[in-house]
């Protein structure tokens, strides 16, 4: 086999290959002697059909199949013996068809990595916004708790709808003339605030009495759900039934124990372990600006191309994990409607510089012949462990696979390389 590299960009490579007429010929036999006894030739017994039969029905079948088995085994020989760091599939282009007795010859465009040598990477200047937790801070939590525990209870002494009441009310509604999906409801529950009754907001009723029926009427999206609706305009009888107001609970040791939170039993308790959660956020938030503040200043003083493949990967990785915090929510991305055209272009600076960056800190991670030991993926295993309260067995078993392991080495390689970027940096508070 021959191979001829060519360097087209910092991160492209042209590969022509050529295969040896005698290993095109020999994967020919093989693949005449597989299909031989896989069909059923009138007039022949399985097996037994000649080859000269055999091409005369499937020779552009198999001349296919063989060409895409060549192309593939040769190609990942070739990467390996010329040591290309490819990134991406190849794009393969084959100047002739494969046919006994001859070579086969093709090219394939492919995406590498590019090869760095960083530079000025001691020595960089940067800011960090030093962690700190107020008191508001906490407060505010502790709003955000109440308001999550807060119940709809009725409204005593008073018979009138007013504004931020929630409603229980009874609804009918057709569309010219006929009722519709979900046009009757009974003790349906909406707020009294501006808004839409698709929204849960019923701004018609405010100053309406206990039994008193207001009539809306009410349009429908274009893109609504159900077909037959979309762009209709319903007209709906609502008849109030009884209001109800949100109660907050007190802030207290019950509102604390009730939670249900290990060691927390007082309202004094809640608050120390909420300002302790918020400044160990704080400092993850400070530690992550810093990091990428060192990464943007190293950048500065090291330009390179990056290939367009590992970008794309980055933004569907983005996307993914939109994917399943909002899966987590009960949400599905893929009903939101998004433009995912406008979406990836969104995503593809943030992508590009976290390609560039990742690339940069590995280069500097060959650079000062950094190494991952067993010591450090246990140590860090341990930390993954206690950082998402899992028991160490556990966390151990999920990293068990080799494609985990070498994500969680490249990690701690990245880390280090921090490390190195930090210990030599001018790091003021800002």
Same mark, same amino acid.
């Given at each position: 086999?021959?191979? *001829?590299?060519?360097? $087209?960009?910092? +991160?492209?490579?042209?590969?022509?290959?050529?295969? @040896?007429? @005698?290993?095109?010929?020999?994967?020919? #036999?093989?693949?005449?002697?597989?299909?031989?006894?896989?069909?059923?030739?009138?007039?022949?017994?399985?097996?037994?059909?000649?080859?000269?039969?055999?091409?005369?029905?499937?020779?552009?079948?198999?001349?296919?199949?063989?060409?895409?088995?060549?192309?593939?085994?040769?190609? %990942?020989?070739?990467?390996?013996?010329?040591?290309?760091?490819?990134?991406?599939?190849?794009? +393969?282009?084959?100047?002739?068809?494969? %046919?006994?007795?001859?070579?086969?010859?093709?090219?394939? !465009?492919?995406?590498?990595?590019?090869?760095?040598?960083?530079?000025?990477?001691?020595?960089?200047?940067?800011?960090?916004?030093?962690?700190?937790?107020?008191?508001?801070? +906490?407060?505010?939590?502790?709003?955000?708790?109440?308001?999550?525990?807060?119940?709809?209870?009725?409204?005593?002494?008073?018979?009138?709808?007013? /504004?931020?009441?929630?409603?229980?009310?009874?609804?009918?509604?057709?569309? /010219?003339?006929?009722?519709?999906?979900?046009?009757?409801?009974?003790?349906?529950?909406?707020?009294?605030?501006?808004?839409?009754?698709?929204?849960?907001?019923? *701004?018609?009723? &405010?100053?309406?009495?206990?039994?008193?029926? $207001?009539?809306?009427?009410?349009?429908?999206?274009?893109?609504?759900?159900?077909?037959?609706?979309?762009?209709?305009?319903?007209?709906?009888?609502?008849?109030?039934?009884?209001?109800?107001?949100?109660?907050?609970?007190?802030?207290? @040791?019950?509102?604390?124990?009730?939670?249900?939170?290990?060691?927390?039993?007082?309202? @004094?308790?809640?608050?120390?372990?909420? !300002?302790?959660?918020?400044?160990?956020? /704080?400092?993850?938030?400070?530690?992550?600006?810093?990091?990428?503040?060192? +990464? &943007?200043?190293?950048?500065?003083?090291?330009?390179?191309?990056?290939?367009?493949?590992?970008?794309?990967? %980055?933004?569907?990785?983005?996307?993914?994990?939109?994917? #399943?915090?909002?899966?987590?929510?009960?949400?599905?991305?893929?009903?939101?409607?998004?433009?995912?055209?406008?979406?990836?272009?969104?995503?593809?600076?943030?992508?590009?510089?976290?390609?560039?960056? !990742?690339?940069?800190?590995?280069?500097?991670?060959?650079? /000062?012949?950094? #190494?991952?030991?067993?010591?450090?993926?246990?140590?860090?295993?341990?930390?993954?462990?206690?950082?998402?309260?899992?028991?160490?067995?556990?966390?151990q078993q999920q990293m068990r696979s080799a494609q985990a392991r070498d994500a969680l080495k490249s990690k701690i390689r990245e880390d280090k390389a921090m490390a190195v970027l930090s210990s030599a940096a001018t790091i003021q508070d800002a």
């Amino acid at each position: 086999m021959k191979i *001829e590299v060519e360097n $087209v960009s910092p +991160v492209e490579r042209k590969v022509t290959i050529e295969v @040896d007429p @005698d290993r095109v010929a020999k994967e020919l #036999e093989q693949a005449y002697v597989g299909l031989g006894r896989r069909v059923k030739l009138r007039g022949f017994r399985p097996g037994k059909a000649p080859r000269k039969v055999l091409e005369r029905h499937f020779r552009s079948e198999v001349e296919s199949e063989v060409a895409e088995k060549i192309v593939q085994s040769t190609f %990942a020989e070739a990467v390996r013996v010329e040591d290309i760091d490819v990134v991406a599939p190849p794009h +393969v282009s084959i100047a002739e068809g494969v %046919a006994e007795g001859k070579p086969l010859r093709y090219t394939a !465009r492919v995406e590498v990595k590019p090869r760095l040598a960083p530079k000025d990477y001691r020595g960089l200047a940067a800011k960090r916004r030093p962690p700190s937790v107020t008191d508001d801070q +906490v407060a505010a939590e502790i709003t955000r708790i109440q308001d999550a525990m807060a119940q709809l209870v009725p409204v005593e002494g008073r018979f009138d709808a007013q /504004e931020g009441d929630w409603a229980v009310v009874d609804h009918e509604g057709t569309i /010219e003339g006929m009722p519709f999906e979900g046009s009757r409801a009974e003790g349906v529950t909406v707020k009294v605030a501006p808004g839409s009754v698709s929204e849960g907001n019923l *701004e018609a009723l &405010k100053g309406k009495k206990l039994g008193e029926v $207001v009539e809306i009427e009410e349009p429908f999206a274009a893109d609504h759900r159900v077909e037959a609706l979309r762009g209709k305009v319903a007209k709906m009888r609502v008849t109030l039934k009884s209001l109800k107001t949100r109660q907050l609970p007190p802030v207290d @040791d019950a509102l604390a124990k009730s939670l249900g939170i290990e060691g927390i039993e007082t309202i @004094d308790q809640l608050r120390a372990r909420i !300002r302790s959660d918020l400044q160990k956020r /704080e400092e993850r938030r400070a530690e992550t600006e810093l990091k990428d503040a060192l +990464v &943007k200043a190293a950048l500065e003083k090291n330009e390179f191309e990056v290939p367009p493949a590992l970008v794309e990967r %980055a933004i569907d990785a983005m996307i993914e994990g939109a994917a #399943e915090r909002f899966a987590r929510q009960g949400i599905d991305i893929r009903q939101l409607g998004l433009d995912q055209a406008r979406m990836r272009g969104d995503l593809r600076e943030q992508a590009l510089l976290q390609v560039r960056g !990742r690339l940069l800190l590995e280069a500097i991670a060959d650079t /000062e012949k950094i #190494e991952v030991t067993d010591e450090d993926l246990q140590a860090e295993i341990t930390r993954i462990a206690g950082e998402l309260g899992l028991p160490l067995a556990q966390a151990q078993q999920q990293m068990r696979s080799a494609q985990a392991r070498d994500a969680l080495k490249s990690k701690i390689r990245e880390d280090k390389a921090m490390a190195v970027l930090s210990s030599a940096a001018t790091i003021q508070d800002a």
